[in-house]
C-alpha cells in the first residue's frame, strides 16, 4: 500500500458527512430504486487460536496469514464472501469472527511497486460523504501498522470498540477484501494520477493557510494526520456505486489514528473538494475537527441547501475548491446566483433564509476575495458591489485563518469578516457586498407626520454608504396609500439608510437590521417621521451643529475659560425631527468620544440637545490627561434660517442674561496624572456668569449644511 507521508502539504477533499446516529439498513421500497444485494457465504474454516505471542495461522481459503502478537484464545472462524454489496466473486472478501481475546493481525505480501489496500466493510457513519449510497456501511480502507519487508501489516478491528472521542455505535469489523493495483494496469495508473493530484492540490493550498500555521500542517500530514488515499473501482456489476468520501475516524477502532481521502475512479474530479475537508481536519486537530464531524450535512446536500447555518463542514472543501479551481461545483461563489442555482433558480430571500443555505459562509468568504466592482445578484441582474481593497494573497490567508479558528456558524463568520476589515477601515462594504449576494431583507413600515397622522404618496429606498459613495437599492413605484404604509422588497443588511421621497425633497433616516434577523422574516420599521415642514426640510439638509456657548466660565483654580464648550457636532443623523451624532477617534496615544442627542420639535422652532465628550492622551514620561464635559440645552427657541456661500444654515440664538435658563445642565473636569497615577493637575467647572459687564455671552446653536 503507498501511503502519502512525503507530501510537503497536507489536502482535504469535499463529502457529505452522514448523520453520527445509527441508521436503518435501505432495501428496495418500490420506487424504482435497486435492492440492497445480499451476502453470499462459501466455504469457511474454523481454527484454534494460537497461544503463543506471535502465533500464526495460515488460510487456504484466503491465501492469508493470520498473527496474534500476543497470543490468542477461543475460535477464528473464516468465512468466504463470494457476493455482496460492492463486491463480486474474484475479489478475495472474507468476514472474520472471532471472539477471543488477544489483538488479531492480516499479514499481506506486497511488492513495493504495485498499490495494496486492505477494507473493512465499515458504518459509513465514519465518513464525509458526497452522495448518499444504496448502504449504510462501505469499503473503507484501514491503514498499515507496520511493513516488514515484503509484508505489510494491518491489525484487525474486529473486538469490542476500545474508548475514544468517537462514541459512535460498534460492534466490530466482520467483512474484509485485500485490493491490489499491478504495476503498469489502469487502475495503478489512475492511481499514481490522483496521488499526485492530491500532492500537487496540497502542496498548492498551502500557500492560501497563514504562514505562522504552515510548520504544523506540514508537521501534522506527514505524521500523526497523514492520510491513506484510496481509489475503489466502481466495477459495472456492482448494484451501486462508492462515492468521493472523507475519513476522519482517527480513533474510532480504538486502534491507530488514520484519516483517509476516497477518490473512486469514477470521481476523480473531487480531488480538491476531499483534500479541502482534509486540511481543515489538519487546521483544526482531532479535538477541534470532533465537533463539525458530529454536525454534519445530510448525505444528499448541496449548495443552497437549508439548515447549514451552523454546519459549516462543507465550506473549508468549497474553499479549497475555490482556491485550486476558481470555481465551486462549476459555479462561481462571487456570484450571487451561486446559491439560487444550487437551490434550484427557485428560491429568493423572501422564501427562504439565505444565512441558512449550504455554501453562504463559501459565499462571503468570495466576495471579500472578488475584484469585480459588477456582479449578478441573487435576482440576476448586474449590480455594482464594493470591492475590499489589499493583497489578494493576505486575503486568502485570512480566510483560512477563519477557518482555523475553528468557526462553526454562518453568523461567526460573518462577525470574524467584519473584525478583520474594521482593521483595513472597510467594514463598511460589508452591507453592500452581501445585500447582492442574497442577505437581503424585505421590510414595512408606516409613514407619519410630525403629529403622528399617516402621510400619503411617500416613497424610499435602501442607501448603504461606503465613504462617499452611496450603493442605491430601489424605490417601490407605488406610493405610501392612506393609512401611510409602505414596503420594500430588498433592504441592505446591518446599518444602513431609509431615504424617504416626499413633496420634492428626501430625508435620510438610519435604520438597522441585526445580522440574527433571518432574510425570510419580515422587519417591520413601525412609525417613520417624514418632515413635511419647510423648515425640518431645510434642517434635513444639515449635517453639522456649530455649538458656541461664548462667555466667562469659571472654574475652581481660578481661571475663566470663555470658549471651552465650542464644539462642531458632527456627522448629524436625522430621524424625523430628532437627530444624533456619535463619533470617535482611537489613536495610539490620545482617544476620544463624541455623543450628541437631540431634537427641534415637530415643527423645527424648538432646539433641545445634549452632548457628553470625552478626551484623554497619553505623552512621554508616563503623563495622562483626561477631560470630559457634558452639556444640556432645552427648548432654545428658533431664530433664523439663511443661505451662505450656497449652503444652508439654521440658527438658534440668545444671549446675555436671557441665555442662562436655557442652559439646564453643563459640568466639566480636567485631570492630569504622573506615571505613578498621582494627579498633579486637576481643575472643574464651577459656573457661567452670562450677565458679566463687557463680556461676550452668545448662545448660538447653528446647523449647517
Same mark, same amino acid.
Given at each position: ?7 510537503i502539504i497536507?489536502?482535504?477533499a469535499?463529502?457529505?458527512l452522514s448523520g453520527?446516529?445509527e441508521?436503518?439498513?435501505l432495501?428496495?421500497d418500490g ?11 462459501g466455504?469457511s474454516?474454523v481454527?484454534?487460536?494460537?497461544a503463543?505471542?506471535? @502465533?500464526?495461522?495460515?488460510?487456504p481459503?484466503t ?7 500476543a497470543?490468542?484464545s477461543?475460535l477464528l472462524?473464516i ?11 474474484d475479489?478475495?472478501?472474507f ?11 492480516i499479514l499481506?505480501d506486497?511488492d513495493?511497486?504495485d498499490v495494496?489496500?486492505?477494507?473493512g ?7 464525509v460523504?458526497e452522495?448518499?449510497?444504496l ?8 491503514k498499515?501498522t507496520?511493513g ?12 469490542a470498540k476500545?474508548a475514544g472521542?468517537?462514541?459512535?455505535p460498534?460492534?466490530?469489523v466482520?467483512?474484509f477484501?485485500?485490493v ?8 495503478e495508473v ?14 498548492t493550498?498551502?500557500?492560501?493557510v497563514?504562514a ?6 506540514q ?18 456489476a ?17 486502534l491507530?489514528?488514520q484519516?483517509?481521502?476516497?477518490i473512486?475512479d469514477d470521481?476523480t ?15 483544526l486537530?482531532?479535538?477541534?475537527y470532533?465537533?463539525f ?7 444528499e446536500?448541496h449548495v443552497?441547501?437549508?439548515g447549514a447555518?451552523?454546519q459549516?463542514?462543507?465550506e473549508?472543501?468549497?474553499l479549497?475548491?475555490?482556491y ?6 462549476g459555479? @462561481?461563489?462571487e ?15 423572501i422564501?427562504?433564509?439565505?444565512r ?10 468570495a466576495?471579500?476575495?472578488r475584484?469585480d466592482t459588477?456582479?449578478?445578484n ?5 449590480v455594482?458591489?464594493?470591492?475590499v481593497?489589499g493583497?489578494?494573497e ?15 456558524g454562518?453568523?461567526?463568520a ?5 473584525t ?8 463598511d ?7 447582492a449576494i442574497?442577505?437581503n431583507?424585505?421590510?414595512v413600515?408606516?409613514?407619519v407626520?410630525g403629529n403622528?397622522?399617516?402621510l ?7 442607501i448603504?454608504k ?6 442605491r437599492?430601489?424605490?417601490r413605484?407605488r406610493?405610501?396609500?392612506g393609512?401611510?404604509t ?6 441592505f443588511?446591518?446599518a444602513n439608510?431609509?431615504r424617504i421621497?416626499?413633496?420634492g425633497?428626501s430625508?435620510?433616516v438610519p435604520k438597522?437590521i ?19 415642514d419647510?423648515?425640518? =426640510? ?5 449635517d ?6 461664548r462667555a ?7 481661571e475663566?475659560r470663555d =470658549?471651552h ?6 456627522p ?6 430628532t ?7 482611537h489613536?495610539t496615544?490620545n482617544?476620544?468620544?463624541?455623543t450628541?442627542?437631540g431634537?427641534?420639535?415637530t415643527? @423645527?422652532?424648538?432646539l433641545?440637545?445634549?452632548y457628553?465628550y470625552y478626551?484623554k492622551?497619553?505623552?512621554n514620561?508616563?503623563?495622562?490627561d ?5 452639556v444640556r440645552?432645552?427648548a432654545?427657541?428658533y431664530?433664523?434660517?439663511?443661505i451662505h456661500?450656497?449652503f444652508?444654515?439654521?440658527?438658534y440664538l440668545?444671549s446675555g442674561?436671557e441665555a442662562?435658563?436655557?442652559v439646564?445642565a453643563?459640568?466639566?473636569?480636567y485631570?492630569r ?6 494627579v498633579?493637575?486637576?481643575f472643574?467647572?464651577i459656573?457661567t456668569d452670562w450677565t ?9 446653536l447653528?446647523?449647517?449644511?
Amino acid at each position: 500500500m503507498r501511503r502519502l507521508a512525503t507530501f510537503i502539504i497536507v489536502w482535504v477533499a469535499l463529502c457529505a458527512l452522514s448523520g453520527c446516529g445509527e441508521r436503518e439498513r435501505l432495501t428496495s421500497d418500490g420506487s424504482g430504486d435497486p435492492a440492497l444485494p445480499e451476502w453470499v457465504y462459501g466455504e469457511s474454516q474454523v481454527y484454534d487460536a494460537p497461544a503463543a505471542p506471535g @502465533g500464526r495461522i495460515v488460510d487456504p481459503l484466503t491465501g492469508r496469514t493470520f498473527r496474534f502478537p500476543a497470543g490468542g484464545s477461543g475460535l477464528l472462524t473464516i468465512l468466504q464472501l463470494e457476493s455482496g454489496p460492492q463486491t463480486e466473486s474474484d475479489e478475495g472478501a472474507f468476514e472474520i469472527i472471532y471472539e477471543g481475546s488477544g489483538s488479531l493481525e492480516i499479514l499481506i505480501d506486497h511488492d513495493p511497486e504495485d498499490v495494496d489496500f486492505l477494507v473493512g466493510y465499515l458504518p459509513l457513519d465514519y465518513a464525509v460523504q458526497e452522495g448518499e449510497e444504496l448502504d449504510t456501511s462501505g469499503w473503507l480502507p484501514l491503514k498499515s501498522t507496520a511493513g516488514q519487508g515484503d509484508t505489510l501489516v494491518f491489525e484487525l478491528p474486529v473486538g469490542a470498540k476500545k474508548a475514544g472521542a468517537m462514541s459512535l455505535p460498534w460492534s466490530g469489523v466482520k467483512k474484509f477484501k485485500p485490493v491490489r493495483y499491478k504495476k503498469g494496469t489502469a487502475n495503478e495508473v489512475l492511481f499514481a494520477q490522483i496521488e499526485q493530484n492530491v500532492r500537487e492540490a496540497m502542496n498548492t493550498l498551502i500557500n492560501a493557510v497563514p504562514a505562522s500555521r504552515r510548520a504544523q500542517v506540514q508537521q501534522d500530514v506527514n505524521g500523526p494526520l497523514s492520510p491513506v488515499l484510496y481509489v475503489p473501482q466502481n466495477r459495472s456489476a456492482y448494484v451501486f456505486k462508492s462515492t468521493p468520501k472523507y475519513v476522519p475516524y482517527w480513533d474510532s477502532f480504538g486502534l491507530v489514528s488514520q484519516c483517509a481521502i476516497v477518490i473512486p475512479d469514477d470521481a476523480t474530479g473531487s480531488v480538491a473538494h476531499e483534500v479541502g475537508h482534509y486540511l481543515h481536519h489538519v487546521l483544526l486537530g482531532n479535538s477541534g475537527y470532533l465537533g463539525f464531524f458530529r454536525n454534519v450535512r445530510p448525505n444528499e446536500h448541496h449548495v443552497g441547501m437549508a439548515g447549514a447555518l451552523n454546519q459549516l463542514i462543507e465550506e473549508p472543501a468549497y474553499l479549497a475548491e475555490y482556491y485550486l479551481k476558481g470555481i465551486v461545483g462549476g459555479l @462561481g461563489p462571487e456570484k450571487g446566483t451561486f446559491l439560487t442555482n444550487g437551490g434550484g433558480g427557485s428560491i429568493s430571500p423572501i422564501s427562504v433564509d439565505y444565512r441558512d443555505l449550504e455554501g453562504m459562509t463559501m459565499v462571503l468568504f468570495a466576495a471579500i476575495l472578488r475584484e469585480d466592482t459588477e456582479i449578478r445578484n441573487y435576482a440576476n441582474e448586474l449590480v455594482t458591489v464594493p470591492v475590499v481593497q489589499g493583497s489578494r494573497e493576505q486575503l486568502w490567508q485570512d480566510c483560512y485563518e477563519i477557518v482555523a479558528l475553528g468557526t462553526s456558524g454562518v453568523l461567526a463568520a460573518r462577525d470574524k469578516i467584519e473584525t478583520l476589515l474594521q482593521n483595513s477601515g472597510q467594514a463598511d462594504k460589508i452591507p453592500a457586498m452581501l445585500q447582492a449576494i442574497g442577505w437581503n431583507h424585505h421590510i414595512v413600515c408606516r409613514f407619519v407626520d410630525g403629529n403622528g397622522d399617516p402621510l400619503e404618496g411617500v416613497t424610499a429606498r435602501a442607501i448603504s454608504k461606503v465613504g462617499a459613495t452611496e450603493y442605491r437599492l430601489p424605490t417601490r413605484t407605488r406610493e405610501s396609500d392612506g393609512t401611510g404604509t409602505y414596503g420594500l422588497s430588498e433592504f441592505f443588511p446591518g446599518a444602513n439608510t431609509l431615504r424617504i421621497y416626499y413633496d420634492g425633497d428626501s430625508t435620510d433616516v438610519p435604520k438597522t437590521i441585526p445580522w440574527t434577523t433571518p432574510t425570510n422574516q419580515q422587519v417591520d420599521f413601525g412609525d417613520v417621521s417624514v418632515a413635511n415642514d419647510e423648515l425640518l =426640510r431645510k434642517l434635513h439638509r444639515c449635517d453639522h451643529l456649530a455649538f458656541n456657548m461664548r462667555a466667562p466660565h469659571v472654574w475652581n483654580d481660578g481661571e475663566s475659560r470663555d =470658549r471651552h464648550f465650542e464644539h462642531n457636532l458632527w456627522p448629524i443623523v436625522w430621524d424625523g425631527y430628532t437627530f444624533s451624532v456619535r463619533d470617535s477617534l482611537h489613536g495610539t496615544n490620545n482617544h476620544w468620544w463624541l455623543t450628541v442627542d437631540g431634537d427641534v420639535g415637530t415643527d @423645527g422652532r424648538v432646539l433641545t440637545v445634549e452632548y457628553t465628550y470625552y478626551y484623554k492622551v497619553d505623552f512621554n514620561g508616563g503623563i495622562h490627561d483626561e477631560s470630559t464635559m457634558h452639556v444640556r440645552i432645552s427648548a432654545l427657541p428658533y431664530t433664523q434660517d439663511y443661505i451662505h456661500m450656497g449652503f444652508q444654515h439654521v440658527q438658534y440664538l440668545t444671549s446675555g442674561g436671557e441665555a442662562a435658563p436655557y442652559v439646564t445642565a453643563i459640568d466639566a473636569e480636567y485631570v492630569r496624572t504622573n506615571a505613578e497615577g498621582d494627579v498633579v493637575d486637576q481643575f472643574e467647572y464651577i459656573s457661567t456668569d452670562w450677565t458679566q459687564a463687557g463680556a461676550i455671552a452668545d448662545l448660538d446653536l447653528t446647523f449647517g449644511e
